[in-house]
């Protein structure tokens, strides 16, 4: 399995406070991703990172922000959390973009509750 | 709006039947991929097809793409109770976004 660690694995908070969910890879994976998953809608991307400092919006990016400081690790902050931000949150790594290539590696998820 | 949408939303098969799921998608891709989440699980990867490709096997799966109806099926052949799990297509719309649709929900019957 690709070493992938997302901490917490489960939160619950109040509206209005801070979280910051962190992904941590071991694969020297260049790509990484935050997805949302809920039901009704899949997996939506957030951001994503195509390096160090290197990050750009998703579909759905309203309310978070990212850092990618060191190669393997992807931050996903809600700087004030909403109940509508309720949901899993799901980070994955990629090696390359190619058309061969481009395989995601999921972590187990982070289940964030909102007050 | 999402790029990928699974069709059916849920489906019920008996064990050894094949299961069959379709994707469409809006824009051009590089490629296409097929995913498998158990319940409270990560996604797997189960295959990958490059939009120059119209087929591709893996084991029990097969894939098909056609590029001019922008859309994709992946076939799961003679079903087995581990097959029960959510499968999503996600698309490469040549940028560096990977872009899932909603899913289809598959439950084997024993």
């Known amino acids: 399995d690709a070493g992938i660690t997302q901490s917490p694995r489960h939160k619950v908070t109040e509206t209005g406070t801070p979280v910051t969910l962190r992904c941590h890879q071991t694969?020297?994976?260049?790509?990484m991703y935050w997805y949302r998953q809920d039901p009704g809608h899949g997996l939506r991307l957030i951001h994503y990172s195509y390096g160090v400092k290197d990050t750009d919006k998703g579909e759905v990016s309203d309310g978070y922000s990212v850092s990618r400081s060191k190669t393997e690790d992807f931050l996903l902050t809600l700087e004030s959390a909403t109940s509508s931000q309720t949901s899993v949150y799901f980070c994955?790594?990629?090696?390359?973009?190619?058309?061969?290539?481009?395989?995601?590696?999921f972590g187990e998820g982070s289940r964030l509750t909102v007050l | 709006s999402q790029q990928g949408e699974e069709d059916p939303q849920a489906l019920s098969i008996q064990e050894g039947e094949n299961a069959t799921m379709n994707c469409s998608y809006k824009?051009?891709?590089?490629?296409l991929q097929w995913y498998r989440q158990n319940s409270g699980r990560g996604l797997v990867h189960l295959i990958l097809?490059?939009?120059?490709?119209r087929e591709k096997h893996s084991g029990r799966l097969r894939v098909t793409l056609d590029t001019s109806k922008k859309s994709s099926s992946l076939l799961i052949t003679a079903s087995r109770a581990a097959d029960t799990a959510s499968y999503f297509c996600a698309t490469d719309a040549r940028d560096d976004k990977i872009i899932f649709g909603k899913g289809t929900r598959l439950h084997i019957l024993p």
């Open positions: 994955a790594i990629s090696e390359s973009r190619t058309a061969n290539t481009g395989e995601l590696f």
């Open positions: 824009t051009s891709i590089n490629n």
């Open positions: 097809i490059r939009s120059n490709e």
């Open positions: 694969e020297n994976h260049r790509y």
